[in-house]
């Protein structure tokens, strides 16, 4: 698993160079049987299991797809890096650090010990308190208002209009005592900016969002030029914010697991229960795998691995 440093490394690839990577990655993992589908959302247990899709989006707006990469998942806490995105444009830079955080917890994404431990320090936009907490910062006074953002923007980023899974919906909106517990806790320590119970069922609803690996492949390849999406050359966020962005999803884009991500993929990363992984190679691409089966950390097995493997193949760890 040799890596090529950044200082050795090519900045533009062919498309039979994308295409040869994917078709490897692809080829190596399809027999991977590893892990399982997330089952405390219970809808997600049903997913068939050995789905596989790998997309990449460039900066130039060229896709490559592989697999089953039009088969439609809920985008789940992929979400997170986006509403950071609309909270980071709306408040500023220096409002993040304060209102919700940008350390690592090192705990599992749903944890509640991690905001018991350290009230005083907030927790980070990529794992569930830190994204309520967001959530409840979008821009809006009312459900609504936030709610609409929340959808117009993510539609944007994807260059197309997206819509709720409302089966997924309602089977985590059924079950999701946890996520209002976090959230009240929250406001209990004040952090926590709108009504508990409404920003975590935006939060909810955000997180069933019905994406492909083509579409996330857009979202992420839009963080990857600066902001603009790069199919219909819309700007949806300020340049100056992504560097910021992409630091919150190195830390803990994949949860207890970011050290080994960064490790070995040395790009920004964030993962969904969903099954989906994306990772931005700035200035290049946006890269996006779906496969359901997870790790314990909660990461899609496959899509990290073909992660991996493609960037490795490309050479495009950032240091
Ligand atoms: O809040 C939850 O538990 C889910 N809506 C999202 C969690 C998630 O995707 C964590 N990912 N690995």
Known sequence: ???????????????????????EAHEKLLQNKDGANADYIPVLAEVPSDLFGISICTVDGEIYDIGDSEHRFSIQSISKVFT????MQRLGIRAIPDTIGVNATGRPFNSIVAIEVQPDR??????????????????????????????????????????VDQEVYESEA?????????????????RMYFDPVEATDIYTKQCAISVNSHDLAVMSATLANGGVNPQTKEKIIDEKYLPHIMAVMCTAGLYDDSGLWLYYVG??????????????APGRFGIAAFSPRLDVAGNSVRGVRAIIEVS????????
């Open 267 to 280: 790009l920004p990363g964030k993962s969904g229960v969903g099954g989906g992984v994306i990772a931005v």
């Open 174 to 190: 059924a079950t999701n005592n946890r996520n209002r517990a976090i959230a009240h806790l929250l406001e209990a320590y004040n």
């Open 1 to 23: 698993l040799t890596l090529i440093p950044a200082v050795a490394q090519k900045t533009k690839f062919t498309a039979d160079e994308y295409n040869e990577a994917l078709k």
């Open 312 to 319: 490795r193949k490309l050479g495009v760890n950032l240091f």
């Open 122 to 163: 907030p927790s980070n936009s990529c794992v569930n308190a830190g994204a309520i907490a967001t959530t409840s910062l979008v821009e809006g006074d009312t459900y609504d208002e936030k709610w609409n953002n929340i959808i117009t923007t993510f539609s944007k980023f994807a260059g197309r209009d997206l819509d």
């Open 84 to 87: 950071l995105a609309m909270v």
